[in-house]
């Protein structure tokens, strides 16, 4: 697929601008610029399907930047007692970004084996995303009021259409609760 807009010169002949031109400019246009690289020649806000990576971007201030990138809030939580929900079923391919919960309240420590844990695991595969360590809440770490408290998969994160996902939130021992919460999952999505 031609990546690059090529429109005719003034030397261009007419034959050459009408059967080859015009059309490979349709044709980038139509695919969004796809292909394995990026366009040599891009301009401000144009996007671009990157095959290779599988993502679609946008050229702005001079970098491509990826586009499709979203937020679902997972549940609303307590903060006082474990919690498993499931997301809502995507029609589309995505890669999971992050999962993280945003505490409305700050907490102090907990003592030593006291721990929040969390998991995303695709119920469909099966398979864990996370592996299980320390989280806030652990030997004196502390959840921040409206700061996330972001985690990034360590497995394969791909998500295929309509896959089924649950974000389980568990407890080791018994640590400070957290309040009021907000569970949420980050993804991009795919193209390939």
């Not at 806000?45 to 201030?61: E, L």
């Not at 099966?126 to 996330?148: C, H, I, K, Q, Y």
Request: charged letters at 15%.
């Amino acid at each position: 697929m031609v990546q690059d807009f090529q429109k005719p010169t003034l030397s261009t002949d007419l034959p050459t601008a009408v059967t080859q031109n015009l059309p490979n400019m349709a044709d980038a246009l139509r695919s969004e610029f796809s292909g394995p690289d990026f366009p040599a020649d891009p301009i401000e806000g144009q996007v671009c399907r990157h095959t290779g990576f599988g993502y679609r971007y946008r050229y702005i201030n001079g970098v491509w930047q990826p586009i499709d990138d979203f937020t679902i809030p997972v549940a609303q939580w307590a903060g006082a007692a474990a919690l498993a929900a499931f997301l809502t079923p995507l029609p589309f391919k995505y890669d999971v970004l992050s999962a993280g919960v945003v505490p409305f309240t700050s907490t102090a420590g907990s003592a030593n084996g006291k721990q929040w844990t969390k998991q995303l695991i695709n119920w469909t595969t099966p398979a864990f995303l996370f592996t299980p360590g320390s989280e806030p809440g652990t030997n004196g770490d502390e959840f921040v009021a409206n700061t996330p408290w972001d985690h990034t998969p360590d497995a394969s994160s791909t998500i295929q259409p309509n896959e089924i996902v649950q974000f389980v939130l568990g407890m080791d021992g018994a640590p400070q609760a957290a309040g009021q919460s907000l569970l949420y999952v980050k993804g991009r999505r795919r193209f390939d």
